[in-house]
Each structure stands twice: as structure tokens, then as C-alpha cells.
């Protein structure tokens, strides 16, 4: 018997599934999912291990490169797994139930078709008898026919009850597997064709962003479907064109913010936590809309990198600008480290930026976004800065395979810390038509200037110089002392007088005192080389002259 129901147009079947075999796999996913998540935790904290020595070196070496191929795949895992699981749920709760109505149904309906063929006999019956001349007779067969109708009105009335539950659980069943089959479309591609799936796992198993690039510009009819997929993994794949990654992360978005927002609601108002994930819900909304573009964005390992510039025009100089000391996902969220980017993209016209942070920062209080002190000890560890080169050096290598960027001028400013990242980062291979220091902290001792590499430094006096005069950073080799780095005097501070005051006067006496109001000076001058303040114009011109040159 072929039935649908009245009303939605339901097919009178069987839903099929087995709810202990979907559990058993719920379980299945959730256990890798969970293994996954425990990787990726060691290694978050492997690549945050302090200390020196080979062994150390290795092992935080290692875990930066699984963090920079891990997450994709935990975001898909965890996806899958709570796809599965609210299909599960949703399975074993209203699939069984319109399943167990199916032949209440059917015997209703043959209940109703039954009484429907005697009422319409019992009618006819009524009608002949009604013309004939037994007045008994006819009302016997009145009665009869209008027992029938009444018991074949209760029969509909029964019937139409069970369709309506029935179309209830069939419904919310049939939702919930539509709601599943596109979740594990973006997670596993389940929604894809058989092409789209392939591609996607072989650009997540390929060797090198090379190898991502060629897979991908391989099948062009093939990408916004990929996209539409898997955006979280697509928007962090090393080798894909930055306006795809940017595109793919853009998407991603309302999943982001979703998070935080879960996250905010557990937090109490007033803590600092809660003050963090404002902000970031903030900026995450602004991404969503386009009014940021985001190449990286991984929330729980301090991994971000923001596009300045407009991607639809092919650059004549690519700028990678790595800040400095201190620096969080708050600083993004806030807009204080891309203000030099932006104003070079701004006044260089076809220059393009990558604002740069993968991981933790030295000093950085990840949690609440802003300053552990107890960490500046950081800024000057040699081992940390080799490691994140190398990390610098495979975004480079990423961001580059792609034509429209790779054969753009490749210059890099780092500010404070972040001249150690970029000068590391050539030590780990990395090559840059210009480096420009931002005041910046120093360079590896295996570090050598690359003879077809031009190398600036613009600083004011700030408490990071005072440092470098006193031999206490990087061992004396800083970009004020390299040969390798040309530099005029310091630029002059909206303070600067406070400085030379206290200076004068502390030669007077016995003993040198420096005031509060000395370091105040001398800390906001190492940040204003990093601003677009009008008190930083003169560095800001000169560095546009260096992007240009």
C-alpha cells in the first residue's frame, strides 16, 4: 500500500537505521575527535616549553609543525562528531516513534476504506428503500447508513490523528537529517561529489603549499563548492591563494562567534576573560561582514594573521609585519598592530599586508588578552625566536606559492620581538628584498645578512635602546650596532625633553635616579614607532621611501 500523508505529502515508510549501530559510531568519532584534541593540547603546550638544549629544541620543533597541520582536521572531527551525535538524538527520538505509527496507519486506513465502502452501499441501500413502499424497511437501512457514516467519520477522525503525529516525527526527523547531512558536508564533504571529495582529501594530505596550489587551480569548477564544504579547513591550508583563504575564514566567521559567545555566557560579567571575548566577538562580526580580512585565525592557539589591502589587484610589494613583545589576539581585535601596514597600504599604492602572529607572543597573557610580565624573559630567548622563524619561514613559503603574491617585492617589518621573528626566519630560509626594524630587538647569532637583502633601522630612544647600550639584549646584536643595517640618528619624540632633562640632571649627583616619569617616556617611545600618530609622520615617510626604493 502506497500512502502519503494529507497534508506534507509524506511517504508512509520506514525510516531506516539501526540507533545502537549510529551510537557505537557517535562513539567511534567522538573518541578520535577527542584523541585529536589531546594531540593538538600537547602540542600547544610542547611548543610553549621553556628552556634550551637540542632535546627541548626538537620537541617544541615539532609540535609547532603539527599545530600548523592539526587543525583542520580537529575542526572536522569535532564537527562530525557532533553532527552525528544530534542526528543520533534526533533519530532515536522521533524515527521511532513515526515508525511505530506506520501500521497503526495502515490499519486505520483499512478500517477507513472499509467503512467508506459500506457507508456509500449503506447510502444506495437507503435510497432504493426510501423509494419503495415498506416504510420499515426504509428505516432500517436510514439507520444502517447512518451508523456507517458516523463510524466512518470516527474512522477519518482516528486516521487523520495518526497522520498528524506521524507527520510531526517524520518531520523532525526529516529535518534533522537534512541539518546532518549539511554539517557533515562541511565537515567530511558527505554532501560532495565524488570529485569535490577526492580533491578535498588530497589537498589536505598534499606535501607542500606548491602541491595545494596546483591540486587547487586544477579543478576551478570544483572550489566554492570545496569552500562551501569545509571553509574552517580550506581557510587555514597552506598554498591556497590569499583571497580564498581570506574567503574560506570570512565564512567561518558565525561558527567563531558562536564559540565565543558560548564561551561568554559562562563567564562573569566584569572578569577580564569576559572583557577578552567581547572584543573578539566584535571583531569576528566585522570579519563576517568583510570589513576584515582574516588569511589565519585559530581562537585557542593565539594563531592570527590579517590581510591589509585589496587582494582583487595583483601587488608590487607584499609587506609582512610581525609586532612585537606583548602582542595578543586583543591587539588585533583592538586595531593597535595594524597601523603601520595600513598606512603603507595606503600611501604605497600596490602594496599588500600580512599582519602577522602565529602562537603565543613573549609576554603575552593569552587568556585575558593582555600583559604577563613574568614572561618578558621571552623577548631574549634565543631557542623561542629559531623556532617561531621557522614558522614564519613556512607561512612565507605558503603565502608565496601563489603567483599574485610570490612575484610581488617581498619586504618584512619587525617591530620590538618581531625583528628577531623575521631575522629567524631568514636563518630558517626565508628571503626578503627589505627588512626593516622597528626598533627592533636583535638577531640570532647564526644570523648573516643576505647579500641581495637591504636592511633598515628606524627607532626612537626607548627603553628597548637603553637596554641594547647596556649589552642586556640579544648579547649586543641589535640592528643599531650591525653594520648591515642603515640607520640615521634617533627620531624626536613628542617627550624627548623629559629625557634629556632627567639625563642632565642625573649627572649631577652622586648616584643615577630614574624616575617613573623617564621610563614612561622611554616605554611610550618604543611603541609610537609602531603607530600611525602624527608624532610618528617622520618614520612613517621614511618608511614608505624604504617600500618604495
Do not use: C
Given at each position: 500500500?502506497?500512502l502519503?500523508?494529507?497534508?506534507?505529502?509524506?511517504?508512509?515508510?520506514?525510516?531506516?537505521?539501526?540507533?545502537?549501530?549510529?551510537?557505537?559510531?557517535?562513539?567511534?568519532?567522538?573518541?578520535?575527535a577527542?584523541?585529536?584534541?589531546?594531540?593538538?593540547?600537547?602540542?600547544?603546550?610542547?611548543?610553549?616549553?621553556?628552556?634550551?638544549?637540542?632535546?627541548?629544541?626538537?620537541?617544541?620543533?615539532?609540535?609547532?609543525?603539527?599545530?600548523?597541520?592539526?587543525?583542520?582536521?580537529?575542526?572536522?572531527a569535532?564537527?562530525?562528531?557532533?553532527?552525528?551525535?544530534?542526528?543520533?538524538?534526533?533519530?532515536?527520538?522521533?524515527?521511532?516513534?513515526a515508525?511505530?505509527?506506520?501500521?497503526?496507519?495502515?490499519?486505520?486506513?483499512?478500517a477507513?476504506?472499509?467503512?467508506n465502502?459500506?457507508?456509500?452501499?449503506?447510502?444506495?441501500?437507503?435510497?432504493?428503500?426510501?423509494?419503495?413502499?415498506?416504510?420499515?424497511v426504509?428505516?432500517?437501512?436510514?439507520?444502517?447508513a447512518?451508523?456507517l457514516?458516523?463510524?466512518?467519520?470516527?474512522?477519518?477522525?482516528?486516521?487523520?490523528?495518526?497522520?498528524?503525529?506521524?507527520?510531526f516525527?517524520?518531520?523532525?526527523?526529516?529535518?534533522?537529517?537534512?541539518?546532518?547531512?549539511r554539517?557533515?558536508?562541511?565537515?567530511?564533504?558527505?554532501?560532495l561529489?565524488?570529485?569535490?571529495r577526492?580533491?578535498?582529501?588530497?589537498?589536505l594530505?598534499?606535501?607542500?603549499?606548491?602541491?595545494v596550489?596546483?591540486?587547487?587551480?586544477?579543478?576551478?569548477?570544483?572550489?566554492?563548492e570545496l569552500?562551501?564544504?569545509?571553509?574552517?579547513?580550506?581557510?587555514?591550508?597552506?598554498?591556497l591563494?590569499?583571497?580564498?583563504?581570506?574567503?574560506a575564514?570570512?565564512?567561518?566567521?558565525a561558527?567563531?562567534?558562536?564559540?565565543?559567545?558560548?564561551?561568554?555566557?559562562?563567564?562573569?560579567?566584569?572578569?577580564?576573560?569576559?572583557?577578552?571575548?567581547?572584543?573578539?566577538?566584535?571583531?569576528?562580526?566585522?570579519?563576517?561582514h568583510g570589513?576584515?580580512?582574516?588569511?589565519?585565525?585559530?581562537r585557542?592557539?593565539s594563531r592570527?594573521?590579517?590581510?591589509?589591502?585589496?587582494l582583487?589587484?595583483?601587488?608590487?610589494?607584499?609587506?609582512?609585519?610581525?609586532?612585537?613583545?606583548?602582542?595578543?589576539?586583543?591587539?588585533?581585535?583592538?586595531?593597535?598592530?595594524?597601523?603601520?601596514?595600513?598606512?603603507?597600504?595606503?600611501?604605497v599604492?600596490?602594496?599588500?599586508?600580512?599582519?602577522?602572529?602565529?602562537?603565543?607572543f613573549?609576554?603575552?597573557?593569552?587568556?585575558?588578552?593582555?600583559?604577563?610580565?613574568?614572561?618578558?624573559?621571552?623577548?631574549n630567548d634565543?631557542?623561542r625566536?629559531?623556532?617561531?622563524?621557522?614558522?614564519?619561514?613556512?607561512?612565507?613559503?605558503?603565502?608565496?606559492?601563489?603567483?599574485?603574491?610570490?612575484?610581488?617585492?617581498?619586504?618584512?617589518?619587525?617591530?620590538s620581538?618581531?625583528?628577531?621573528?623575521?631575522?629567524s626566519?631568514?636563518?630558517?630560509?626565508?628571503?626578503f628584498d627589505?627588512?626593516?626594524?622597528?626598533?627592533?630587538?636583535?638577531?640570532?647569532?647564526?644570523?648573516?645578512?643576505?647579500?641581495?637583502?637591504?636592511?633598515?633601522?628606524?627607532?626612537?630612544?626607548?627603553?628597548?635602546?637603553?637596554?641594547?647600550?647596556m649589552?642586556?639584549?640579544?648579547?649586543?646584536?641589535n640592528?643599531?650596532?650591525?653594520?648591515?643595517?642603515e640607520?640615521?640618528?634617533?627620531?624626536l619624540g613628542?617627550?624627548?625633553?623629559?629625557?634629556?632633562?632627567?639625563?642632565?640632571?642625573?649627572?649631577?649627583?652622586?648616584?643615577?635616579?630614574?624616575?617613573?616619569?623617564y621610563?614612561?617616556?622611554?616605554?611610550?617611545?618604543?611603541?609610537?614607532?609602531?603607530?600611525?600618530?602624527?608624532?610618528?609622520?617622520?618614520?612613517?615617510?621614511?618608511m614608505q621611501r624604504?617600500?618604495?626604493?
Open positions: 500500500m502506497n502519503s500523508s494529507p497534508r506534507r505529502g509524506y511517504p508512509l515508510e520506514r525510516i531506516a537505521g539501526d540507533v545502537g549501530t549510529m551510537s557505537r559510531s557517535v562513539d567511534q568519532v567522538e573518541i578520535v577527542a584523541h585529536l584534541r589531546t594531540l593538538r593540547g600537547a602540542s600547544g603546550r610542547a611548543a610553549a616549553l621553556p628552556g634550551r638544549g637540542r632535546a627541548v629544541t626538537a620537541a617544541r620543533t615539532d609540535a609547532r609543525e603539527i599545530l600548523s597541520t592539526i587543525g583542520p582536521h580537529v575542526a572536522v569535532q564537527r562530525l562528531s557532533a553532527a552525528l551525535s544530534r542526528y543520533a538524538r534526533a533519530y532515536d527520538e522521533h524515527a521511532h516513534r515508525n511505530d505509527l506506520i501500521e497503526q496507519i495502515e490499519s486505520a486506513h483499512a477507513w476504506l472499509t467503512l465502502a459500506a457507508s456509500d452501499e449503506a447510502g444506495r441501500g437507503a435510497l432504493a428503500a426510501a423509494e419503495g413502499d415498506d416504510p420499515v426504509a428505516q432500517a437501512a436510514e439507520e444502517l447512518t451508523d457514516i458516523r463510524d466512518r467519520r470516527r474512522a477519518e477522525e482516528e486516521l487523520d490523528d495518526l497522520w498528524t503525529r506521524y507527520e516525527h517524520f518531520g523532525a526527523w526529516d529535518e534533522a537529517y537534512d541539518t546532518a547531512v554539517a557533515l558536508g562541511e565537515s567530511a564533504g558527505v554532501n561529489s565524488h570529485e569535490s577526492d580533491l578535498l582529501q588530497d589537498l594530505a598534499a606535501d607542500s603549499p606548491q602541491e596550489l596546483a591540486l587547487w587551480l586544477l579543478h576551478p569548477e570544483l572550489q566554492e569552500i562551501d564544504a569545509d571553509p574552517a579547513a580550506l581557510g587555514a591550508l597552506d598554498g591563494p590569499a583571497a580564498v583563504r581570506v574567503h575564514n570570512q565564512r567561518s566567521a561558527a567563531w562567534i558562536e564559540e565565543a559567545l558560548t564561551e561568554r555566557e559562562r563567564e562573569p560579567d566584569g572578569s577580564e576573560r569576559a572583557a577578552f571575548l567581547a572584543k573578539e566577538i566584535a571583531y569576528l562580526r566585522k570579519v563576517e570589513g576584515v580580512q582574516l588569511y589565519l585565525y585559530d585557542d592557539f592570527i594573521v590579517e590581510v591589509v589591502g585589496d582583487r589587484v595583483a601587488p608590487t610589494h607584499v609587506l609582512t609585519y610581525v609586532p612585537g613583545t606583548f602582542t595578543s589576539l586583543a591587539s588585533f581585535y583592538s586595531g593597535d598592530v595594524q597601523q603601520v601596514a595600513t598606512s603603507l597600504v595606503d600611501k599604492p600596490g602594496t599588500l599586508a600580512f599582519v602577522y602572529k602565529d602562537g603565543e613573549p609576554g603575552e597573557d593569552s587568556e585575558a588578552g593582555g600583559v604577563n610580565p613574568m614572561r618578558i624573559g621571552e623577548a634565543h631557542d625566536a629559531v623556532e617561531a622563524g621557522r614558522q614564519l619561514a613556512r607561512f612565507e613559503a605558503g603565502m608565496r606559492a601563489d603567483p599574485a603574491t610570490g612575484a610581488a617585492e617581498q619586504d618584512a617589518l619587525g617591530h620581538w618581531g625583528l628577531a621573528n623575521v631575522t626566519a631568514e636563518v630558517a630560509g626565508a628571503e627589505k627588512v626593516i626594524s622597528l626598533s627592533g630587538a636583535g638577531m640570532p647569532p647564526e644570523w648573516s645578512p643576505d647579500p641581495d637583502t637591504a636592511y633598515a633601522d628606524l627607532s626612537y630612544r626607548d627603553l628597548l635602546q637603553e637596554g641594547q647600550h649589552g642586556l639584549v640579544w648579547d649586543g646584536n640592528p643599531r650596532s650591525h653594520p648591515a643595517f640607520h640615521g640618528g634617533y627620531y613628542p617627550d624627548d625633553a623629559v629625557l634629556d632633562q632627567e639625563e642632565a640632571s642625573s649627572l649631577v649627583g652622586p648616584t643615577v635616579n630614574v624616575s617613573p616619569e621610563i614612561r617616556v622611554l616605554t611610550e617611545n618604543h611603541s609610537l614607532i609602531a603607530t600611525d600618530d602624527p608624532d610618528n609622520r617622520r618614520a612613517l615617510r621614511d624604504l617600500v618604495k626604493k
